[in-house]
């Protein structure tokens, strides 16, 4: 089955409001009031969502048609933001590399460099309905996320800058769970949110083992690695209406669940000149049955560089 939802044509795709399956850009996540500092100069950029911005504003990098090429196993896709694009600084450059291993893993290597310091946090939004994109319905779904901790929003779903505790909480996922078992639960955030759509700061560093997705009636099991800090949760809580999506199916609210890692959220993450931003999601499908489906929250994949590199902070 296809498990990610999607569209048939590319100008679906650009005309999309929800960021299905996109490369998010410049910046993932909200910024307040859509203004930002930088070595002392304040900007202010167009905002998208009410009084604030959303996943890079507009034109963000889902509005952009990228340059594809192939390079052995890999997708190669190459895209030019320049100097004062949707009001932020610097020139950016983005190549974003997805690749199929003899493991069933797709793999995907984001690395970005800037002519002036700015804003960069990326992240790939795909929406997953294990069940077969187009299945109504994920709350079925058993979701686990490496993270004891959680970030809570405030008014605009702007994160507070707190940092509170999963334990004793809806946000415990910890142990594996039905996506649907706390989402209806009488607790402020979820109220706020209609839903789930926070970030989780997840454990170890390095590329990692940050998330697993699984739905039993079918078998199948995602599994997430990551080096970035934090996974945001999604689970698609409303659209004004259902999504026409490829093949003719529709996406109703909370028919997928998009697990998007990426930068702290609270934090600048800034790219300077001299930096080089790089970051690595892998995708990986198994299934249930499988003796590695037992959760062992001490198993983290380290890799070596390939390349040195400077990361954003």
């Not at 650009?14 to 910046?27: E, F, K, Q, S």
């Not at 609210?253 to 609270?266: C, D, H, I, M, Y």
Request: proline fraction near 6%; glycine fraction near 10%.
């Amino acid at each position: 089955a296809d498990i990610a939802l999607g569209f048939d044509s590319a100008e679906a795709y650009l005309a999309d409001d929800n960021y299905i399956g996109c490369i998010v850009g410049r910046y993932a996540g909200r910024i307040a009031g859509g203004r930002f500092e930088i070595d002392g100069r304040v900007y202010q950029v167009p905002c998208n969502e009410g009084p604030n911005l959303l996943h890079g504003g507009n034109p963000g990098f889902h509005r952009k048609l990228w340059r594809a090429s192939i390079e052995a196993r890999s997708l190669r896709l190459d895209l030019v933001s320049p100097d004062g694009e949707a009001g932020f600084p610097g020139e950016v450059r983005v190549t974003a590399r997805y690749s199929f291993t003899n493991a069933f893993e797709l793999v995907l290597s984001l690395d970005a460099q800037t002519t002036a310091p700015t804003l960069l946090n990326l992240t790939h939004h795909a929406y997953w309905n294990l069940a077969g994109a187009g299945a109504q319905s994920v709350l079925g779904h058993e979701l686990s996320i490496e993270a004891t901790q959680y970030m809570p929003v405030g008014a605009g779903m702007l994160p507070t800058g707190a940092i509170e505790p999963v334990a004793h909480t809806p946000f415990d996922f910890l142990t594996p769970k039905t996506i649907g078992r706390d989402i209806g639960a009488d607790h402020p955030q979820l109220i706020a949110a209609f839903g789930f759509d926070h970030a989780f700061l997840t454990e170890g560093a390095g590329l990692r083992r940050i998330a697993a997705l699984a739905h039993a009636l079918s078998g199948r099991r995602l599994t997430i690695h990551s080096d970035l800090p934090c996974l945001q949760l999604y689970s698609l809580n409303a659209t004004p209406s259902p999504i026409h999506g490829k093949g003719g199916a529709t996406y109703p609210a909370r028919s997928a669940v998009a697990l998007e890692p990426q930068g702290l959220p609270s934090a600048r993450n800034i790219l300077q000149r001299d930096q080089e931003y790089s970051s690595v999601i892998r995708y990986m499908l198994d299934n249930t049955s499988s003796p590695s489906y037992e959760r062992t929250s001490s198993r983290h994949i380290t890799v070596s560089p390939s390349r040195s590199t400077k990361r954003a902070r």
